[in-house]
């Protein structure tokens, strides 16, 4: 099967330098992201308490096992479908098309959000679902290929990107947090579908910046097969919303009756299944070039890693949001300010400490010395368990009734970031650099899959806050994210050896 690789005719793009040294490109994708994440984030720092609000002053009055859940699905499916928009855009529309109808798809399930009933509320998180889907992935996917393989600048153009990430994480909490909690819910998810508008049309004025990178499928070189495989793929694209539609008509008419514990479950087995029969496909296929086999078997090390460390991480917009509004005191020179406001501490961090891991990385390269992929992603799961471990004590002082400083949620969010920034920009540049040509956009959303395993697992975890001692709960996973750390410790080696010259 022969390909062109998106890097073998790079755009013009990939000789610019006008962004801080880096390709004008790097700006829409920059500023896309930014707002996409103000949206996300927006939204998600006031979801918990929405949906866990009475009734009565406007919110949808879930018990926690049931508002556990529901994040947990949520935050899955978001990044679970990154695997479904990645196909589409290989094999239909390019990863530029897909990045613009992502974006549409966000900023009317944030609107949807506003609406007063339950159904509303589920259409919404379809909506955010399949458009979150469709861009994330997608918008990463062309960052790399803004550059051409072996430029020294990808992985510090990647934590420049991961910046604009949490400038969107940073400002989202303080305005949309603010409007939710002392207003009203509804307006908070308005202003944060307000800013994906914004995102898009920066994108769609900035679009020409970004050359070819991404504006086409991937192609076979053959133009037949590839007039072929988009017409089997829309049509398979067609089937599987048929189905899901199916699915949905049976829902309503209670034909089969769904809860949120069933679908929680089955996509924990779906979850779980997926991974296995890609991986399965990708090492011993022979559809693969022996080098893309050996790859594909790093990418495997990575994902794990990847999938445990968002486990833990995660608890910051379920569990740690929940600890923040009932065990912290949150009063500081004596304004008490809202709980959604320790989600831009974290963004804090990021955008103080970014520049510094770009510098260091760049920094250690120069002298030969910048540690591998795999060696940073065990440094990144050290950091996230000891940063769990420390909220022990404070939640032993909270279980005798006592609201703990603020500081101790503050220093875990500082511990997290420093793991984030070691594993999560590192990835992303990882994943475009192991991946094969012909199935780029495929290979960056099964890199999400390991995300949308997390905050699954992160969910689960959640959801048993009000079931088990929180000091249970939190060093259990503490525990096992310091455990999986070491294991990467000893993979380290042979895992570079798979990476075939790729660090």
Same mark, same amino acid.
């Given at each position: 099967?022969?390909?062109?690789?998106?890097?073998?005719?790079?755009?013009?793009?990939?000789?610019?330098?006008?962004?801080?040294?880096?390709?004008?490109?790097?700006?829409?994708?920059?500023?896309?992201?930014?707002?996409?994440?103000?949206?996300?984030?927006?939204?998600?720092?006031?979801?918990?308490?929405?949906?866990?609000?009475?009734?009565?002053?406007?919110?949808?009055?879930?018990?926690?096992?049931?508002?556990?859940?529901?994040?947990?699905?949520?935050?899955?499916?978001?990044?679970?479908?990154?695997?479904?928009?990645?196909?589409?855009?290989?094999?239909?529309?390019?990863?530029?098309?897909?990045?613009?109808?992502? *974006? @549409?798809?966000?900023? #009317?399930?944030?609107?949807? $959000?506003?609406?007063?009933?339950?159904? +509303? &509320?589920?259409? /919404? =998180?379809?909506?955010?679902?399949?458009?979150?889907?469709?861009?994330?992935?997608?918008?990463?996917?062309?960052?790399?290929?803004?550059?051409?393989?072996?430029?020294?600048?990808?992985?510090?153009?990647?934590?420049?990107?991961?910046?604009?990430?949490?400038?969107?994480?940073?400002?989202?909490?303080?305005?949309?947090?603010?409007?939710?909690?002392?207003?009203?819910?509804?307006?908070?998810?308005?202003?944060?579908?307000?800013?994906?508008?914004?995102?898009?049309?920066?994108?769609?004025?900035?679009?020409?910046?970004?050359?070819?990178?991404?504006?086409?499928?991937?192609?076979?070189?053959?133009?037949?097969?590839?007039?072929?495989?988009?017409?089997?793929?829309?049509?398979?694209?067609?089937? *599987? @919303?048929?189905?899901? #539609?199916?699915?949905?008509? $049976?829902?309503?008419?209670?034909?089969? +009756? &769904?809860?949120? /514990? =069933?679908?929680?479950?089955?996509?924990?087995?779906?979850?779980?299944?997926?991974?296995?029969?890609?991986?399965?496909?990708?090492?011993?296929?022979?559809?693969?070039?022996?080098?893309?086999?050996?790859?594909?078997?790093?990418?495997?090390?990575?994902?794990?890693?990847?999938?445990?460390?968002?486990?833990?991480?995660?608890?910051?917009?379920?569990?740690?949001?929940?600890?923040?509004?009932?065990?912290?005191?949150?009063?500081?020179?004596?304004?008490?300010?809202?709980?959604?406001?320790?989600?831009?501490?974290?963004?804090?961090?990021?955008?103080?400490?970014?520049?510094?891991?770009?510098?260091?990385?760049?920094?250690?390269?120069?002298?030969?010395?910048?540690?591998?992929?795999?060696?940073?992603?065990?440094?990144?799961?050290?950091?996230?368990?000891?940063?769990?471990?420390?909220?022990?004590? +404070?939640?032993?002082? /909270?279980?005798?009734?006592?609201?703990?400083?603020?500081?101790?949620?503050?220093?875990?969010?500082?511990?997290?970031?420093?793991?984030?920034?070691?594993?999560?920009?590192?990835?992303?540049?990882?994943?475009?650099?192991?991946?094969?040509?012909?199935?780029?956009?495929?290979?960056?959303?099964?890199?999400?899959?390991?995300?949308?395993?997390?905050?699954?697992?992160?969910?689960?975890?959640?959801?048993?806050?009000?079931?088990?001692?929180?000091?249970?709960?939190?060093?259990?996973?503490?525990?096992?994210?310091?455990?999986?750390?070491?294991?990467?410790?000893?993979?380290?080696?042979?895992?570079?050896?798979?990476?075939?010259?790729?660090?």
């Amino acid at each position: 099967m022969t390909t062109t690789p998106p890097d073998a005719q790079p755009s013009q793009a990939q000789y610019d330098t006008r962004f801080f040294g880096h390709p004008r490109g790097l700006a829409t994708l920059f500023f896309t992201e930014m707002w996409e994440r103000f949206s996300y984030y927006g939204m998600r720092a006031i979801l918990i308490f929405y949906m866990t609000d009475k009734i009565v002053k406007g919110g949808l009055g879930f018990n926690d096992d049931k508002a556990g859940a529901v994040y947990g699905l949520y935050t899955a499916m978001v990044y679970l479908l990154c695997l479904g928009g990645g196909w589409v855009a290989d094999r239909i529309v390019g990863q530029q098309r897909a990045v613009l109808l992502g *974006g @549409l798809f966000i900023a #009317a399930g944030e609107f949807c $959000l506003m609406g007063p009933s339950q159904g +509303a &509320f589920y259409l /919404a =998180l379809v909506l955010l679902m399949v458009g979150t889907g469709l861009l994330k992935g997608n918008v990463s996917t062309i960052v790399g290929q803004l550059y051409r393989q072996g430029d020294p600048r990808r992985d510090s153009g990647f934590s420049i990107f991961y910046m604009g990430i949490n400038i969107g994480a940073l400002i989202s909490p303080i305005f949309c947090g603010w409007v939710g909690e002392r207003i009203s819910w509804r307006l908070g998810f308005g202003l944060a579908g307000l800013g994906m508008l914004a995102g898009l049309i920066q994108y769609v004025l900035g679009g020409k910046y970004l050359g070819d990178a991404g504006l086409r499928p991937a192609s076979t070189g053959d133009a037949a097969k590839d007039a072929r495989q988009r017409r089997n793929a829309l049509w398979a694209l067609g089937a *599987g @919303l048929a189905v899901f #539609a199916a699915l949905g008509v $049976l829902g309503a008419t209670g034909v089969i +009756a &769904f809860t949120v /514990a =069933l679908i929680s479950d089955s996509l924990g087995w779906a979850l779980l299944g997926i991974p296995v029969v890609v991986f399965t496909w990708l090492i011993f296929s022979h559809t693969w070039t022996a080098e893309e086999r050996k790859r594909s078997a790093a990418i495997l090390v990575l994902f794990v890693a990847s999938a445990v460390f968002w486990a833990s991480f995660e608890q910051a917009g379920s569990s740690l949001s929940l600890f923040a509004e009932r065990s912290t005191d949150r009063h500081i020179f004596g304004f008490e300010f809202p709980a959604s406001w320790f989600q831009f501490v974290q963004p804090i961090f990021v955008i103080a400490l970014a520049p510094v891991f770009a510098w260091l990385w760049m920094a250690l390269n120069r002298r030969h010395a910048e540690p591998s992929s795999p060696a940073k992603f065990s440094m990144g799961l050290l950091w996230a368990g000891l940063a769990l471990a420390i909220l022990v004590p +404070a939640s032993m002082m /909270a279980a005798h009734g006592a609201l703990v400083s603020s500081w101790w949620l503050t220093g875990t969010y500082f511990m997290q970031t420093i793991g984030e920034l070691c594993l999560s920009p590192v990835g992303l540049s990882a994943m475009t650099k192991l991946a094969p040509a012909r199935a780029a956009g495929f290979m960056m959303g099964i890199w999400f899959l390991s995300i949308s395993i997390g905050n699954w697992l992160a969910g689960k975890a959640a959801s048993l806050y009000s079931s088990i001692p929180l000091p249970s709960l939190f060093g259990i996973v503490a525990g096992c994210t310091i455990v999986a750390a070491l294991v990467l410790v000893i993979l380290i080696r042979p895992t570079v050896r798979l990476m075939s010259g790729v660090n």
